[in-house]
């Protein structure tokens, strides 16, 4: 079993390597010949919409699933080879919880602690500890899983994950569903982990906010593959140092707005009616872009200069924007996306 | 070891917080004992037949207790699967026959429970035991086998189907396990040919035969050890299409 004091022990590999990683369900590649490298320490955002790949590939990292091509390593272990070696080494939170309703939340945590091997006075203290880690002090504790809320589930789920003292930890969108207050909850409990423990973090979420907070490095998945890579910082100076926001009385406006600038703008973005130019310095390009839209006739109702965003970044990489994504995903018409 | 121990408390715990589940199997048995041994007393006196009817019926009571309280097992896996725990337990570094036999030991200690509590009704009802109180371990040592035999085909279906109404459904083998045998009359009073043939195939004859002979004859050597036999092949072969399934279930897919 690993301990605390083994994942804050410098030498101990909390790495996470993945190598032409594949994984194909039938005729579908959902994850297509990925490669990561994940330092040590590291907090990992992987960033995709739903059905991007982001579950497969976490599956494939904690020996739920097979890999069909490739290969990968978590904490040393080969995935494929040293399964159990694996298990030992990795917490995982799976975007479904895995709880069993008849027990109580304390039940939960001592059993996931004595199945590592931890022996029962020991493995009570730790679900004291954890109860209150995440948050759920307060709980009547006799009340059954069953019972819990939406947002108590998913705590539990992460304590769970932590009661055998992991050193690298997986969470599958830990946050999706909860509430704000939650949200920030399960934030700083990632970012004590990360900074105390020395756990490595692997984080996947829809929430490009999260990944951007959170993350030293992001991964941007689409249809399996890996579309952008690098920090936040990198990744959102690789779009250009300013954006000029631009929004339109009318939709059509905007869509003539996005062709009179193709020939002034190096690139331009079109989203929900809101267009957004990307330049070294804004500021100079501004009396250029109202003149084009002045002489074409297109009325202009607002301009905004702003530094770019993860979501630009996610705009570029996969040609849509999250909330699109989502939308898609929940089968709604994606509203019109000019991408340029 | 310790994970066996740990995994039979865990089910004993879930099992107890769900009384539906038990109660019903457990009602059907004391309303075979209490109808029967009343209604079908008058059998005792045919010629030929020897012993209580109470001490002949018993053992269906039980037999129907250990198949009611074998399937708590396969529906343990079923909840468990569908509430994405079981997932969670394969990723702990837990003995795989530890997370299969856990549960079918914990069923098989509820209906233990159960018969004993069904042999003390018999002995309140005047149920004498030719072999004294040893006999009566020996019911209850072949009610837990059975038991454990009957969880193995309740688990093997749970995993193979994942679904809790083919789990459910497949405990109506419980129908021809009970009654195509020499359950309410000895077998030489069945008439027809096709129901003496049903019995001599059926496992559960055995495991009456063996129970009867210790209540009713004394200790006979030949339906106790052919009762074992019986009930340790049928054990061995649900065991193994479980232990088959839950490899299935637990490997990386």
């Given at each position: 079993m690993t301990t605390a004091s083994a994942a804050r022990t410098p030498g101990v590999d909390r790495s996470i390597a993945v190598e032409q990683l594949t994984r194909q369900f039938g005729d579908l590649r959902a994850v297509d010949r990925v490669d990561l490298e994940i330092p040590s320490g590291e907090i990992f955002g992987f960033l995709g919409a739903n059905g991007a790949g982001k579950s497969t590939l976490v599956k494939m990292l904690a020996t739920i699933l097979a890999p069909s091509a490739g290969r990968a390593s978590v904490a040393g272990f080969d995935v494929r080879r040293q399964q159990g070696k694996v298990r030992r080494a990795i917490g995982v939170a799976l975007q479904e919880v895995g709880l069993d309703p008849l027990m109580t939340a304390r039940e939960l945590i001592v059993l996931q602690a004595q199945l590592f091997g931890t022996s029962t006075g020991p493995a009570r203290q730790i679900a004291e500890r954890l109860i209150v880690t995440v948050g759920l002090e307060d709980v009547d504790a006799r009340k059954r899983v069953g019972d819990y809320s939406g947002g108590m589930k998913r705590r539990l789920d992460?304590?769970?994950?932590?009661?055998?003292?992991?050193?690298?930890?997986?969470?599958?969108?830990?946050?999706?569903?909860?509430?704000?207050?939650?949200?920030?909850?399960?934030?700083?409990?990632?970012?004590?982990?990360?900074?105390?423990?020395?756990?490595?973090?692997?984080?996947?979420?829809?929430?490009?906010?999260?990944?951007?907070?959170l993350a030293g490095h992001v991964a941007i998945i689409d249809h399996g593959r890996i579309v952008a890579q690098g920090t936040p910082a990198e990744l959102k100076?690789?779009?250009?140092?300013?954006?000029?926001?631009?929004?339109?009385?009318?939709?059509?406006?905007?869509?003539?707005?996005?062709?009179?600038?193709?020939?002034?703008?190096?690139?331009?973005?079109?989203?929900?009616?809101?267009?957004?130019?990307?330049?070294?310095?804004?500021?100079?390009?501004?009396?250029?872009?109202v003149r084009a839209l002045d002489q074409a006739s297109v009325p202009l109702r607002g301009l905004s200069i702003d530094r770019p965003s993860l979501d630009d970044v996610f705009l570029r990489a996969t040609g849509e924007t999250v909330d699109h994504a989502r939308e898609r995903e929940a089968g709604e018409p994606a509203p019109a996306t000019v991408t340029r | 070891m310790t994970d066996f121990f740990i995994l039979i408390v865990r089910s004993l715990r879930t099992y107890l917080r769900q009384p539906a589940a038990i109660i019903p199997g457990f009602a059907i048995a004391v309303f075979f004992l209490f109808v029967y041994s009343a209604g079908l007393s008058s059998v005792a006196r045919l010629p030929g037949f020897h012993g209580s009817y109470l001490a002949f019926i018993l053992p269906v009571a039980i037999v129907s207790a250990a198949i009611g309280g074998?399937?708590?097992?396969?529906?343990?896996?079923?909840?468990?699967?569908?509430?994405?725990?079981?997932?969670?337990?394969?990723?702990?570094?837990?003995?795989?026959?530890?997370?299969?036999?856990?549960?079918i030991v914990a069923g098989g200690i509820i209906l233990v429970a159960q018969v004993v509590v069904i042999l003390v009704l018999a002995l309140i009802m005047g149920l004498g035991s030719a072999t004294g109180p040893a006999g009566l371990l020996v019911v209850l040592v072949f009610a837990f086998l059975w038991g454990m035999a009957f969880s193995g085909f309740a688990v093997f279906v749970a995993l193979r189907t994942k679904n809790g109404a083919a789990t459910q459904a497949a405990t109506l083998i419980f129908f021809p396990l009970i009654f195509l045998s020499a359950t309410f009359v000895p077998r030489q009073y069945i008439t027809s040919s096709w129901l003496k043939v049903a019995t001599d195939i059926n496992p559960t004859t055995y495991v009456f035969n063996a129970m009867r002979s210790v209540l009713i004859d004394g200790w006979r050597a030949g339906p106790l050890l052919v009762g074992l036999a019986v009930v340790l092949a049928f054990a061995t072969v649900t065991g193994a299409l479980a232990l088959w399934q839950a490899r299935r279930a637990t490997q990386l897919k």
């Open positions: 992460l304590a769970l994950a932590l009661a055998h003292d992991p050193l690298v930890l997986f969470l599958d969108e830990p946050t999706t569903g909860l509430d704000p207050a939650s949200r920030i909850d399960i934030w700083n409990e990632v970012r004590r982990l990360n900074s105390e423990q020395g756990m490595t973090i692997f984080l996947t979420t829809q929430y490009l906010e999260e990944a951007d907070k100076r690789g779009l250009g140092e300013e954006v000029v926001e631009l929004s339109f009385e009318t939709a059509d406006g905007a869509e003539r707005a996005a062709s009179v600038l193709a020939g002034v703008a190096p690139q331009c973005r079109l989203s929900d009616g809101v267009l957004r130019c990307y330049f070294p310095v804004a500021a100079r390009e501004v009396p250029g872009i | 074998a399937t708590l097992a396969g529906e343990a896996f079923i909840r468990d699967i569908g509430s994405g725990y079981f997932t969670k337990l394969v990723l702990t570094p837990t003995n795989r026959l530890a997370l299969i036999w856990g549960p």
